[in-house]
Nanobody, 126 residues
Framework: VQLQASGGGSVQSGGSLRLSCAASGRTFRSYVMGWFRQAPGKERDFVAAIDLSGTTTYYADSVKGRFTISRDNAKNTGYLQMNSLKPEDTAVYYC????????????????????WGQGTQVTVSS
């Protein structure tokens, strides 16, 4: 599985961005997809995850109500729509995939993910 994240950039507080994650190498609809972020000097944190069909989603409390994760299995692409951005959202954002799924997974831990994209920088200024 190869993942390519894009769509990052610099915006002012209150602005919006949409990140994309283009997947290849394996049937896209066969794996859970997630987004994580890592700010300078901090650990990589869970942002959002979506199931195979796109009907079940999970969000970190810090982004709930502002971010929306989605996927288009026909286009082999996942998305993260980010609205009402805040300076504390500044980070490198990574998309990731769970291929070897276990029923006990929460989808919120980075160690559960088998493949990672290269990351895209999001900078929010006040």
């Amino acid at each position: 599985v190869q993942l390519q994240a894009s769509g990052g950039g610099s915006v002012q507080s209150g602005g919006s961005l949409r990140l994309s994650c283009a997947a290849s190498g394996r049937t896209f609809r066969s794996y859970v997809m997630g987004w994580f972020r890592q700010a300078p000097g901090k650990e990589r944190d869970f942002v959002a995850a979506i199931d195979l069909s796109g009907t079940t989603t999970y969000y970190a409390d810090s982004v709930k109500g502002r971010f929306t994760i989605s996927r288009d299995n026909a286009k082999n692409t996942g998305y993260l729509q980010m609205n009402s951005l805040k300076p504390e959202d500044t980070a490198v954002y990574y998309c990731a995939a769970i291929v070897n799924y276990r029923g006990t997974y929460s989808w919120k831990q980075s160690y559960e993910y088998d493949y990672w994209g290269q990351g895209t920088q999001v900078t929010v200024s006040s």
